[in-house]
T-cell receptor, first 113, second 111 residues
């Protein structure tokens, strides 16, 4: 298996632009997580899907952030409009079942200028 | 209050030293516990699960104290290759299957 695949790996955008991050979980995994990592705040859980349904989005910072999972093999995290404070590494992770290992993608390094 | 709290360090230790990391969690209903390792500019990867009875994997020993809501990781005979950030992870099933990560503890092993 190719593992969790995220795209793009790097994104540089101007403030105010829309940014879309993409994730393909490992086939057969039924839970998907989006995390944001910064030096100041560490790894923060943004939103969690189970069987394509958003279960907990309490970590989403504000309305500018939205996430979707239209099917079991694809999820997006969108920021509109983007701001410089959104600059971070965004990770996607998937889990097959309860009590098992979370596998991470390589992350998207977002820079908003 | 954060779900998982860790001392961020940094810990700078000489090769061969023994080093211990600690972590506390706030949800007493948490059911699964892990230590992840993250190398610079890489994604986190599972180092080891933490079992109630404590478990060992080579030079690494993990322990769980449910009464105190406390998890530890002990690294013996530190190697240069152990330099990384170690993340404490708690999986709470109360409202689903959520993995909460500590902010990580930075370790540098010095020659």
């Amino acid at each position: 298996d190719a593992g969790v695949i995220q795209s793009p790996r790097h994104e540089v955008t101007e403030m105010g632009q829309e940014v879309t991050l993409r994730c393909k979980p490992i086939s057969g995994h039924n839970s998907l997580f989006w995390y944001r990592q910064t030096m100041m705040r560490g790894l923060e859980l943004l939103i969690y899907f189970n069987n394509n349904v958003p279960i907990d989005d309490s970590g989403m910072p504000e309305d500018r952030f939205s996430a979707k999972m239209p099917n079991a093999s694809f999820s997006t995290l969108k920021i509109q409009p983007s701001e410089p404070r959104d600059s971070a590494v965004y990770f996607c992770a998937s889990v097959r079942d309860r009590d098992t290992e979370a596998f991470f993608g390589q992350g998207t390094r977002l820079t908003v200028v | 209050r954060k779900e998982v709290e860790q001392d961020p360090g940094p810990f700078n230790v000489p090769e061969g030293a023994t080093v211990a990391f600690n972590c506390t969690y706030s949800n007493s209903a948490s059911q699964s516990f892990f230590w992840y390792r993250q190398d610079c500019r890489k994604e986190p990867k599972l180092l080891m699960s933490v079992y109630s009875s404590g478990n060992e994997d080579g030079r690494f020993t993990a322990q769980l104290n449910r009464a105190s809501q406390y998890i530890s990781l002990l690294i013996r005979d530190s190697k240069l290759s152990d330099s990384a950030t170690y993340l404490c992870v708690v999986n709470s099933f109360g409202t689903g299957n959520q993995f909460y990560f500590g902010t990580g503890t930075s370790l540098t092993v010095i020659p």
